[in-house]
């Protein structure tokens, strides 16, 4: 049985021809040529089986023959919010690890403490792309570019806001045992979890948030660095919301 071949193709119904990147990886690497089956994503929801129509050295075109509607794996939306890490192969190993475990959306905090307050999502995208086909995933995560921690705080956001941190003198529940009882929602809930830089939060900044609806959480008694407890806080939303 050949491998299912899988290619990410945003547009798969208003074009018919991969991506350049796509294109270039499909003729090059995997040597498809005309009459070949593969398979597209969209990133929304939806596989496709494919046919290739032309292979070009630079054009992949194809033919859609049957489109494959999928089933969300997880209730509600996953939206952890992370200050990156000074090293950028830490923020890039959660993203993609993340990816693969599923969640829906990332954003990236600029805080007090953030030991990186530059930062370019080009190279990331391209890693949650290789990650969403590698784990067969019909949703891409959505990717949002560095906020200041105060601007962040104060968006419009839906359902339950968490701000995980170790400082000391505010209320905290475990962050599992918050998100648990969602198990027994038919929708599940939109659910969005703050993870502070290695020096943590400031003790303004934890305020700032509990004032504008955020929840103060731990995660447990171990310290964890950054993109560990990023990830951490991903699966458990993930076993929380998961149908």
């Not at 630079?58 to 000074?86: D, F, S």
């Not at 067969?136 to 705080?153: E, G, T, Y």
């Not at 939109?190 to 305020?207: A, Q, Y």
Request: with cysteine; charged share 25%.
């Amino acid at each position: 049985m050949k491998e299912m071949r899988f290619f990410f193709t945003p547009n798969a119904t208003g074009s018919n021809e991969l991506p350049l990147d796509e294109a270039m990886h499909a003729l090059r690497v995997l040597r498809l040529k005309s009459g070949d089956e593969m398979f597209l994503m969209d990133g929304v929801g939806s596989f496709y089986r494919a046919i290739v129509t032309i292979a070009a050295t630079k054009r992949c075109m194809y033919e859609i023959v049957e489109t494959l509607p999928q089933q969300r794996a997880w209730k509600g939306k996953i939206h952890v919010a992370v200050a990156p890490t000074k090293v950028m192969d830490k923020i890039e190993w959660f993203c993609e690890k993340a990816t693969e475990i599923g969640i829906d959306e990332i954003s990236f905090l600029n805080c007090k403490l953030s030991e990186r307050k530059v930062l370019r999502t080009v190279r990331i995208e391209k890693i949650i792309i290789s990650a969403v086909k590698q784990s067969r995933k019909a949703w891409k995560p959505k990717l949002n570019p560095m906020l200041p921690f105060r601007d962040f705080v104060k968006l419009p956001l839906h359902g339950r806001k968490f701000i995980a941190h170790c400082q000391e003198g505010f209320p905290q529940n475990d962050l599992f045992e918050e998100l648990l009882p969602l198990r027994a929602s038919s929708n599940g809930e939109e659910v969005t979890i703050l993870i502070g830089p290695e020096g943590d939060f400031s003790i303004e900044e934890v305020s700032l948030a509990l004032d504008n609806g955020f929840e103060s959480v731990s995660l447990g008694k171990s310290r964890l660095r950054t993109e560990t407890a990023a990830l951490y806080a991903t699966a458990i939303a993930q076993l929380a919301l998961r149908k």
